[in-house]
């Protein structure tokens, strides 16, 4: 979270408030969307972990992932590459939620971006 929001915050404060960026960010860093990132990264067929399921080892793995990236090349490092990664789903988000801060509406969004209509239908990966 701590790249996430130091990206965040120093691109969008200009232009939203506080209270959106850490909004956004608090859905970014969810399990759900975690699992989202590691999904489309392959993270789960590298790390054998393909199947039926969705769950939190999968965010896990992206956890992992940028860990080990932090722990290689250090936090500026870190904090332009999950601003390149995150960048274009953190501004859709943010332009969303001026119309309202609907959790659902958010998330629909969210599935959308990632073609993954599971995000709207699990409560919590577990």
Same mark, same amino acid.
């Given at each position: ?6 990206? @965040?915050?120093?691109? $969008?404060?200009?232009? +939203?408030?506080? *209270? #959106?960026?850490?909004?956004? !960010? /608090? ?33 896990? @793995?992206?956890?992992? $992932?940028?860990?080990? +990236?932090?722990? *290689? #090349?250090?936090?500026?490092? !870190? /904090? ?47």
């Amino acid at each position: 979270m701590f790249c996430v929001l130091r990206f @965040a915050t120093a691109k $969008y404060l200009r232009f +939203y408030t506080p *209270s #959106d960026i850490k909004v956004v !960010t /608090t859905f970014l860093v969810s399990n759900k969307l975690l699992a989202a990132y590691s999904l489309t990264l392959g993270l789960d067929k590298k790390n054998h972990m393909q199947g039926h399921v969705i769950n939190k080892k999968i965010a896990d @793995a992206f956890e992992a $992932y940028i860990g080990a +990236y932090y722990l *290689s #090349d250090g936090e500026e490092a !870190t /904090t332009r590459y999950l601003e390149q990664l995150m960048s274009p789903l953190f501004e859709l988000v943010l332009s969303n939620i001026q119309t309202g801060r609907n959790p659902h509406k958010i998330m629909k969004v969210i599935s959308n971006y990632f073609h993954m209509t599971f995000l709207t239908r699990i409560p919590k990966l577990k």
